[in-house]
T-cell receptor, first 117, second 113 residues
Framework: NAGVMQNPRHLVRRRGQEARLRCSPM?????VYWYRQLPEEGLKFMVY????????ESGMPKERFSAEFPKEGPSILRIQQVVRGDSAAYFC???????????????FGDGTRLSIL | GENVEQHPSTLSVQEGDSAVIKCTYS??????FPWYKQELGKGPQLIID?????GEKKDQRIAVTLNKTAKHFSLHITETQPEDSAVYFC????????????FGTGTRLTIIP
């Protein structure tokens, strides 16, 4: 049973270019989350999606960042016109649908390390 | 919003000794508290979690305790081994419908052989 798959593992972009990060959730998981981690820091929530819906994007910068989770295919985190401050590790997590027992555990992929030249 | 504080930031223990990492949270509505282990170049790996209706949970050498009144929870690792060396993160998650994890700043645990 494959875990959360993220690609690419490493991505280098020049300032002003676009970055696309992809995430395939675990089998049976319908909820996807994106987090950002700066060096030597904890993870910061960005966005929470279910299929074809953005549920909570309170952690997303208002400009240049967008996310989607289409009916078919992986979730995509898109960063337009990248700047040096976008350099970070971006992690995706997935969880099963809600259950009466409460919140479901979030399982993480190994991330995409984004470097901006 | 939720704020999670984690201590210590670094911890070194002799192999075979116990390690304890502590976290506090601010939002009394938080009801789910996972712990993650992150190795270099990898994503966070869920190692144990606890819900607010439970005071303690144990899984082999790892245990977590939760004090809802004081709003703090702790990770205990007994009989530490070199492969326990990693960065550990605590996190808190709010009530039903609030699905964003708020993470602590991490503890770098080093096991000295």
């Amino acid at each position: 049973n494959a875990g959360v798959m993220q690609n690419p593992r490493h991505l280098v972009r020049r300032r002003g270019q676009e970055a696309r990060l992809r995430c395939s959730p675990m089998k049976g998981h319908s909820h996807v989350y994106w987090y950002r981690q700066l060096p030597e820091e904890g993870l910061k929530f960005m966005v929470y999606l279910q299929k074809e819906n953005i549920i909570d994007e309170s952690g997303m910068p208002k400009e240049r960042f967008s996310a989607e989770f289409p009916k078919e295919g992986p979730s995509i985190l898109r960063i337009q016109q990248v700047v040096r401050g976008d350099s970070a590790a971006y992690f995706c997590a997935s969880s099963p649908p809600f259950s009466p027992g409460g919140n479901q555990p979030q399982h993480f992929g190994d991330g995409t390390r984004l470097s901006i030249l | 919003g939720e704020n999670v504080e984690q201590h210590p930031s670094t911890l070194s223990v002799q192999e075979g000794d116990s390690a304890v990492i502590k976290c506090t949270y601010s939002d009394s509505a938080s009801n789910y508290f996972p712990w993650y282990k992150q190795e270099l170049g990898k994503g966070p790996q869920l190692i144990i979690d606890i819900r607010s209706n439970v005071g303690e949970k144990k899984d082999q050498r790892i245990a977590v305790t939760l004090n809802k009144t004081a709003k703090h929870f702790s990770l205990h690792i007994t009989e530490t081994q070199p492969e326990d060396s990693a960065v550990y993160f605590c996190a808190a998650l709010g009530g039903f419908g609030n699905e964003k994890l708020t993470f602590g700043t991490g503890t770098r645990l080093t096991i000295i052989p």
